[in-house]
């Protein structure tokens, strides 16, 4: 136990004796201020006398330097501790979820030149996304690279031309699809009434309970698709042209790929 605490120890020791020895050496100086005589220390280092000093002063700047590196060297390993610390909180999200969210874009973004996926290169401090760096591995192989956008303009170019491509679509689905719906609707209107109708047949003894139950078995087979068509046309409707700003989510819906060069966008294929 004694032992163990002396070896941890013995660093410390070292320092103590190094800060007691320079300081008696920086002592030895007279004239000037600490500045000056710590120059002259340093530059006849070789006339150190090895020996501890006893005078109360060296021992305490050889005190001051063993805690000082002492204090260094804890606050090093509560450093070290909470990088650890945090490693494994960063390993606790899941597989293949990065830390810092890339463009939108980064997975549907091809060179034009080569056909090769364009690269996304995320930068980081460690704590933030510092700059997304767009680049063709294949053509830097060749070195035939070309300066490509920024990731921002292209994302702002690709949101406009989504935007306009599809909100105009939008407007025009959305009547047709009102007008589908009005049809389902009056439809099922229709089929309400002559159930009715068939109920008093039946009521009234002018068909069978059969035939009755086989028409009733019917219109609640229309009326129930109706339904499931007008539910997904409602569906259908919510989810047009909804661009209100540049997902993942949106440029899946819409684009395929998108072929880039030191120009900006060359092609879009949609989906
Ligand atoms: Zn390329």
Redesign the pocket.
Known sequence: MKKAFLKKNIPYLAFFYLGDIFSHHINSYVGGDLIDRLFQAVIEIETIRLYPSLVPKDLLVGFILAILIKFIIYSKGKNANNIIKSRKRNKMFKWGERKYENSPLATFVR??????K?RFGISSNGKELVSINLY?Y??RMLE??EKLPHHKELEKEVFKILKDKFHTDKTEKKKLLDEQKELYDKKNDQLLKKKMIEFENYKFGKISREDFMEIKNQIQESEEENKERIEAIDEELKQAGNIDSLTKEIVEKYIDRIYISGKGIERIEYQ
């Open positions: 060179c034009n030149k080569c056909g090769y364009i063709c294949h053509c035939q690279e």
